[in-house]
């Protein structure tokens, strides 16, 4: 699992006007331009890239937020 992977999920689910490639991974996706119902597509596309399943606790906007929080909950939920 890499970083290279989720900015590839969010560059196809995330539905963003600039170019996420430049984005640090301590970027507020929001900010960027993600919304919160392209955060939802995310989080299935990510389920199916890495085969695991967000738990209810973990459903919220911060652990979407940014790719370094996405890739620290894979990593929670992959260790």
Request: proline share 1%; aromatic share 6%.
């Amino acid at each position: 699992m890499s970083k290279e992977q989720i900015r590839n999920v969010l560059k196809e689910h995330g539905k963003f006007s600039s170019n996420i490639d430049t984005l640090a991974d301590d970027a507020d996706l929001y900010e960027a331009g993600m919304t919160s119902h392209a955060s939802v597509n995310v989080m299935l596309a990510l389920e199916d890239t890495f085969d695991l399943e967000f738990p209810d606790r973990m459903l919220k906007r911060s652990v979407f937020e940014s790719i370094n929080a996405i890739h620290a909950a894979i990593e929670e939920l992959t260790a």
